[in-house]
């Protein structure tokens, strides 16, 4: 049973940061993307940051390139999303999602790929 929790979200004034944790059960993280999106009223859902299951790979939204990155924990099936420099165009709801189609070494935006998904978490941050 493969399920994926976001935490992290909150409230933040303009040039802070965040870390948002995913934490992956039922299978290991190793082995899977991940992916973080954020949603905000009337818009489509937006890729930030995606991540391959293998080291080094990541593709990124033009907006969030030098201020977002993900890390990992395999051992504990943790991914964080590392947020710097936030803006007030960052709020949003953000999810973590994972696919279990996507290759070791490929790194994907397209929110298609990714079958499970967070429960979401709020960020807001004040001008």
């Known amino acids: 049973q493969l399920q994926l929790s976001d935490s992290g979200g909150g409230l933040v004034q303009s040039g802070g940061s965040l870390r948002l944790s995913c934490k992956l059960s039922?299978?290991?993280?190793?082995?899977?993307?991940i992916g973080w999106f954020r949603q905000t009223p009337g818009k489509d859902r937006e890729a930030v940051i995606c991540s391959s299951a293998e080291d080094g790979r990541m593709a990124y939204a033009d907006s969030v390139k030098g201020r977002f990155t993900i890390s990992r924990d395999n051992a504990n099936n943790m991914a964080y999303l590392q947020m710097n420099d936030l803006k007030p165009e960052d709020t949003g709801v953000y999810f973590c999602a994972t696919g279990s189609g996507i290759g070791l070494t490929v790194v994907t935006l397209d929110p298609i790929d990714y079958g499970f998904w967070g429960q979401g978490t709020q960020v807001t941050v004040s001008s």
């Open positions: 039922g299978v290991p993280l190793a082995y899977y993307a």
